[in-house]
């Protein structure tokens, strides 16, 4: 079954930069579009960014464009999320997510999330 | 504020249905697939409904979906208390080049 596993959350002080990984199995992974979602507490899901099966293109939200960098290692199966420049307003639960083909944003499969607090 | 517009609640009835509204424009729902999914805080999001009104395997046909211009619906019959949840219209915007939610509207099962 599609496994996605999401680490490297915690407590960062703004300003600083953080990595997010997301283990992924049971699909091939280089085949699919992958996501980032992220959830700031009381809020709804906010869209952070895609990156298309081949990593061919990338595609990000506004609020983190040329702050947040999305990539992807086919052959460990691993999606990443580079974050600099992190703000309060970054602080979120982020979700790791599979789309349903190469990329055409809809998302199938999401992972648990790892919580990152911004904050001195 | 969200690009697309949803209700922030809805309520009804065990057994009863309840339909969620999702407003968006030209450059969203408008001329792209709406997706819904269900959320219960401290999990994984599931999805629901994808091209408008696809069900994916294992989603009973008490959840439906629709789109009509620049507006999407997604509609649950005979509700249960397991129903209690958040739930979110989503789609690309191909202004933005970007994915795009709801804000979001939390299901209470009276």
């Known amino acids: 079954q599609v496994r996605l596993v999401e680490s490297g959350g915690g407590v960062v002080q703004p300003g600083r930069s953080l990595r997010l990984s997301c283990a992924t199995s049971?699909?091939?992974?280089?085949?699919?579009?992958m996501h980032w979602v992220r959830q700031a507490p009381g809020k709804g899901l906010e869209w952070v960014a895609l990156?298309?099966?081949?990593?061919?293109?990338?595609f990000y939200a506004d609020s983190v464009k040329g702050r947040f960098t999305i990539s992807r290692d086919n052959s460990k199966n691993i999606l990443y999320l580079q974050m600099n420049s992190l703000r309060p307003e970054d602080t979120a639960v982020y979700h790791c997510?599979?789309?349903?083909?190469?990329?055409?944003?809809?998302?199938?499969?999401w992972g648990q999330g790892t919580l990152v607090i911004v904050s001195s | 504020q969200s690009v697309l517009t949803q209700p922030p609640s809805v309520s009804a009835a065990p057994g009863q249905k309840v339909t969620i509204s999702c407003s968006g424009g030209?450059?969203?729902?408008?001329?792209?697939?709406v997706s819904w999914y269900q959320h219960l805080p401290g999990t994984a999001p599931k999805l629901l409904i994808y091209d408008n009104n696809k069900r994916p395997s294992g989603i009973p046909d008490r959840f439906s979906g629709s789109k009509s211009g620049t507006s999407a619906t997604l509609g649950i019959t005979g509700l249960q208390t397991g129903d209690e949840a958040d739930y979110y219209c989503g789609t690309r915007d191909s202004s933005l080049s970007a994915g795009v939610f709801g804000g979001g509207t939390k299901l209470t099962v009276l």
């Open positions: 990156i298309l099966y081949d990593g061919s293109n990338k």
């Open positions: 030209s450059s969203n729902i408008g001329n792209n697939y």
């Open positions: 049971g699909f091939t992974f280089s085949s699919y579009g």
């Open positions: 997510a599979k789309d349903q083909t190469y990329g055409d944003y809809v998302i199938d499969f």
